[in-house]
């Protein structure tokens, strides 16, 4: 005969709609989160306790209205905020990010985030931008370096670095977008220069320059441990394209030790030397994988050229980088 059942006791029942009732809370309350969603939480991280929104704190553009009041990351915290790309910003010189959100006037679900970044110098800031240029064109009035996409504005100005986002492309919304951004821009303190590049940028030939494409790499450059702090440059006119390259150090010997480091890097990573030209003394000719790279000192600056599967092509981008650094003041 099977074993009889026994009927549950009161206290087996009232621990079963216990745990009942547990689930039918959590389930509301999984719903409820669904039904008020707010896009601004997603994708942004949140306002952390690091201080006020500095510049952003006083700001105040028309037809826009704080959300928040706004928040500032320091290095410690800077992934808090953007976990994934902090490494970028910390390897140029980041020193303090400070961001805030604003929406349309009484739509609080249309809005958008201001993001300034305060880095060591121009330099810096221009590493950044530099890195994460996307295709879109310049707005007038906003120096050489800004430029828009569908949703967005991104602007290096001295020693800033300014990233503003909307929720939407709405066009009340990107009008504000831009107007927060000229606020800002006229409102930055300390020295705002204007050069379009800083440095050591400004002395690639600019025959055959493609625009926009110059890049000032802070840390490893071309997977190359301590080759920092190099500029670079795409060629694309008249060849297949081509990257210049160039750094100024703190004299002809640094320069000319981290030009047969670099060599010995490309050789350790399979590459085999060629005869170089003469009429660039101490280059060094270097094939890797069917592609040619040129790489010399001269003077306190540190030069290649990299990227050509024709040699000639190489040899010509580079004599042309040799005559304009000859001209250079030291």
Sequence with gaps: MPPS????????????????????????????????????????????????????????????????AGASFDPATLSDKIDGKAELYLAAGFERLYTRRYALKGQP????????????????????????????PTPPGLGPNAYATSNALYLANGPWYLEAVASAPDPALLKGL?????????????????????????????????????????????????????????YPAGAPERIAWLARRASPEAAQKEAEAYAKFLAVNGGAQAPAPKAIPGARLVELLGVWELVWPQGAYLAGVRGAESQEATLELALRLHQRLGGAKP
């Design 5 to 68: 059942l026994a009927a549950p006791s009161r206290a087996q029942r009232l621990s079963g709609l216990a745990v009942l009732l547990a689930l039918v809370l959590v389930a509301a309350g999984v719903l409820w989160q669904q039904a008020s969603y707010d896009p601004a939480s997603w994708g942004w991280g949140g306002a952390a306790p690091g201080g006020g929104a500095g510049p952003l704190a006083s700001l105040a553009v028309p037809g826009l209205e704080p959300r928040e």
């Design 178 to 234: 831009d107007a927060a951004a000229r606020a800002i821009v006229a409102a930055l303190p300390g020295d705002k220069a204007k050069a379009a590049t800083p440095g050591e940028a400004e002395l690639f030939p600019p025959q055959g320059l493609k625009p926009g494409s110059q890049v000032l790499l802070a840390k490893d450059a071309f997977g190359m441990a301590g080759l920092n702090q190099i500029f670079i440059a795409a």
């Design 109 to 136: 679900a249309i809005w958008l985030e201001l993001m300034l970044y305060r880095m060591k110098d121009q330099r810096a800031a221009f590493s950044v931008f530099s890195n994460q240029r996307r295709p879109g």
